[in-house]
Nanobody, 124 residues
Framework: QVQLVESGGGLVQAGGSLKLSCAASGRTFRACAMAWFRQGSGKEREFVATISWSGLTTYYADSVKGRFTISRDNAKNTVYLQMNSLKPEDTAVYYC?????????????????WGQGTQVTVSS
């Protein structure tokens, strides 16, 4: 079992930066691929970024590539999302997710555990 708690969301102006954190509890965290998804108001949840258990493999949605960076610290059981050059269209609730199979996939249904989300609002 893995419990996930996101933090670091908030209100930022367009062009600004935020760093999200996802703290995980549970012994299986280090074996899990981790990902960030987001859901804007009235929209379906969408993939943002994923990272394998080793940290060696990462994938990004085209909409965030070059602006966002996913990373993890297995010693701290934490995964991060550094978000730079933020745009109003990045406004959403951001969710952290864990995949026990370490598939590092963009597909939501492969993720076994989810956090409750943190709100990111980017003003124009």
């Amino acid at each position: 079992q893995v419990q996930l708690v996101e933090s670091g969301g908030g209100l930022v102006q367009a062009g600004g930066s935020l760093k999200l954190s996802c703290a995980a509890s549970g012994r299986t965290f280090r074996a899990c691929a981790m990902a960030w998804f987001r859901q804007g108001s009235g929209k379906e949840r969408e993939f943002v970024a994923t990272i394998s258990w080793s940290g060696l493999t990462t994938y990004y949605a085209d909409s965030v590539k070059g602006r966002f960076t996913i990373s993890r610290d297995n010693a701290k059981n934490t995964v991060y999302l550094q978000m730079n050059s933020l745009k109003p269209e990045d406004t959403a609730v951001y969710y952290c997710a864990a995949d026990r199979s370490n598939s590092a996939t963009m597909t939501e249904r492969f993720y076994d555990y989810w956090g409750q989300g943190t709100q990111v609002t980017v003003s124009s």
